[in-house]
């Protein structure tokens, strides 16, 4: 997900696109994906690989810090700004990995089966977002799709990809990715299959080797096996794409990754990563302790979460002095991104430890830590201060690495790691303890009803500038403002999804997983979707719903005041969500998220918020089409997916909005 095996640059603001995600900033979205353009150019990389939109299905899978969370609608436009931004630069994003690859194990061999509307409502969703916004390539997944591999699989690639979503762009594989061995020996039934472009692997990992290298793609052409429009039309999609970048005009610099290269591409990226780490920093609980000042006289750092790491910050084995993690996959000090060919190198890594002690420094506040795990340690620590702010994680990443509490990357259970727990409760027995969570997703949280527990803070991966970033929310120098992009439950069976073990992964629960599945079972989340606080307070008014006067994109336009009622200027994320006719949609989700907007509100102030509603999300497949189902819709306001301010209803008869 950025410049990999490159010095001289950032690894993507902030390193997990789930955080981007948890943002729900748009504006913020789209400077991410230009810091990563700015820095993919500056090293002369033409196509970035990313964003990844894969859907996180289960709460266990080991790539869903990669993605951009559990709803479609999310996924979609977090996916769609970083596009924009990106190419912005002249460099080719591409969206991945086309489809249904949204866990690790057995990626390569299990065949997923799902039923056609969900296929396209949930997880074709935020790829046809990124069509829309004009992406310039998609990758394709290493899983089986109704019985074929999706990287060569017609029905994938040219029937739902190139026709259905109408994409005009390179379609490319993953590597290793595709073979004859999967292809029943026939490399030019790979080509027919509808794929643009192969990337590096055979049947056996070690071999680079191409299955039409060598002249086999002429000669397939030559003989008939392949059609000459066919080649034709891989060579228009590469073309197409190269020059719409604007990459043919001469300009485009030279290559410079790998160790050797020294071309410093990073620029004042390291403040964009502070910020979105900051932004989507999701605050879960505060009594009023945060955030941290005066009187306070000591706080005590708790964790080795919170420390520096000891063996090499770059995390490729061999590759510099000290460093024996292969592509991240480890914990060792904070864990400040995930593991997997998705990771970058680190030119730094400003630890907890070091960004709370700066700041407590600035005001005027000691600071005592102890950087280990020991429930002993800690309570002694914890004692000695006026409070104690504990870092605790998890970890997951791609299925060739398997680490601590993994299968082939998906986690094992949703505890955390290292004795996490233990370390809270020991040391909220003896103080007031915020604790700081670092984490791929949700995670167990059994002590988070205790007294002294007082705050709690989900910072998912932040990146490099991990601990300035939390230091800048822990002392209220930002307001936070992130949002969980999944729910939180008190349960694991709650969650309703799992790591399927199976040859054959069937998409049994259909819509209802996440907030769709406690919504329909009445189940009462931990933390809800789009749930996140701030250190002000918002109230709603005079939500309104009217006609949209744009053409053709929104059917509707939602409209509410927020006020900030508190005494600090904060920022807002206020939440639209949809109601489908039931009387035309059967089995339709409660609700689902249709739109939203992150914006500022200065204390005292009351904003005007429009938010409209396009008439793909007031659609559903349903006897095998697109449709815009007559009937009253429901539309709720809101600051989550639970909490609900306000509401109403309009009637669409025809295709048209008929009232209001």
């Known amino acids: 997900m950025s410049v990999a095996a490159a010095d001289a640059a950032c690894p993507p603001p902030p390193a997990s696109p789930r955080n981007v995600a948890s943002t729900f900033d748009k504006d913020l ?19 970035w690989l990313g964003p990844c939109v894969n859907i996180a299905r289960s709460p266990l899978g080991g790539r869903i810090w990669e993605a951009q969370g559990a709803d479609p609608y999310l996924s979609g436009v977090s996916a769609a700004r970083q596009i924009d931004g990106v190419q912005s630069q002249g460099v080719i994003a591409t969206v991945k990995h086309f489809i249904l690859n949204d866990q690790e194990y057995e990626r390569n061999t299990q065949d997923s089966i799902i039923d056609d509307r969900t296929l396209r409502e949930v997880y074709m969703k935020p790829f046809q977002m990124a ?28 029937d739902l990809l190139k026709n259905e979503l109408g994409f005009k762009g390179i379609v490319m594989t993953d590597w290793w990715a595709v073979n004859t061995v999967k292809a ?60 719409k970048a604007g990459q043919n005009d001469g300009t485009f610099p030279s290559c410079d990754v790998g160790i050797s290269g020294r071309r410093d591409v990073q620029a004042n990226h390291k403040d964009v990563i502070r910020e979105v780490g900051a932004a989507s920093s999701v605050l879960l609980k505060n009594d009023g302790s945060l955030p941290l000042a005066k009187p306070l006289q000591k706080i005590a750092v708790i964790g080795s979460d919170a420390a520096p ?27 400040a991104m995930g593991w997997g060919s998705g990771t970058a190198y680190f030119p730094y890594i400003v630890a907890p430890i070091d960004g709370i002690k700066s700041a407590a420094a600035d005001a005027g506040i000691d600071v005592v830590a102890s950087l280990t795990d020991s429930a002993e340690d800690a309570a002694k620590v914890a004692a000695e201060a006026d409070i104690a702010v504990v870092f605790v994680h998890a970890n997951s990443g791609e299925g060739y690495i398997t680490y601590g509490e993994t299968l082939q990357g998906d986690r094992l259970s949703l505890n955390l790691w290292d004795g996490g727990n233990e370390l809270v409760v020991a040391t909220a027995r003896v103080q007031k303890t915020v604790v700081v969570i670092h984490a791929p997703g949700a995670v167990n949280l059994p002590w988070r009803n205790l007294k002294n527990v007082v705050g709690i803070i989900f910072a998912g991966f932040p990146g490099q500038e991990t601990g300035n970033a939390i230091a800048d929310v822990l002392f209220g120098k930002v307001n936070p403002s992130g949002r969980l992009p999944y729910t939180v439950n008190d349960s694991e069976s709650d969650y309703g999804t799992a790591i399927i073990k199976d040859a054959t992964n069937v998409y049994t629960e259909g819509f209802f997983f996440d907030y769709r599945r406690n919504d329909k079972f009445g189940i009462a989340p931990a933390y809800e979707f789009g749930f996140g606080l701030s250190y002000t307070t918002f109230a709603y008014a005079n939500a309104a719903v009217s006609r949209s006067s744009e053409d053709g994109a929104a059917a509707v336009v939602v409209s509410v005041d927020v006020t900030n009622t508190g005494a600090v200027d904060g920022k807002e994320v206020v939440q639209v969500y949809l109601s489908l006719p039931s009387a035309t949609v059967a089995d339709a989700p409660k609700k689902i998220l249709a739109a939203f907007e992150c914006v500022r509100v200065r204390a005292g102030e009351t904003v005007t918020v429009a938010l409209p509603l396009a008439w793909r999300e007031l659609s559903a497949y349903l006897d095998g089409k697109w449709v815009v189902p007559d009937g009253v819709f429901e539309y709720k306001v809101g600051a989550s997916s639970a909490d609900i301010r306000a509401g109403g209803v309009f009637e669409v008869r025809g295709g048209a909005v008929v009232s209001v």
């Open 29 to 47: 979205m789209r400077r991410h994906g230009q810091a990563i353009g700015e820095e993919a150019r500056g090293k002369g990389v033409n196509i």
């Open 131 to 158: 069509v829309d916004a004009g992406v310039g390539a998609v990758m394709t997944s290493y899983n089986k799709v109704a019985g074929e591999w999706a990287g060569q699989s017609k029905y994938v690639i040219t």
């Open 184 to 243: 029943n020996g026939d490399a030019a039934y790979i080509a027919n299959s509808g794929l643009d472009m192969l990337m590096p692997g055979n049947e056996d990992l070690p071999d680079p080797t191409s299955v039409w290298g060598d002249g086999k793609l002429a000669r397939f052409v030559a003989d008939g096996r392949v059609a000459q429009a066919r080649l034709d039309d891989m060579a228009t999609r590469v073309l197409a794409a190269w020059i």
């Open 309 to 335: 790491p000891k063996d090499g910050i770059y995390g490729n084995a061999g590759k510099r002095p000290g460093d024996k993690f292969s592509d991240h996959g480890c914990v060792d000090g904070t864990v």
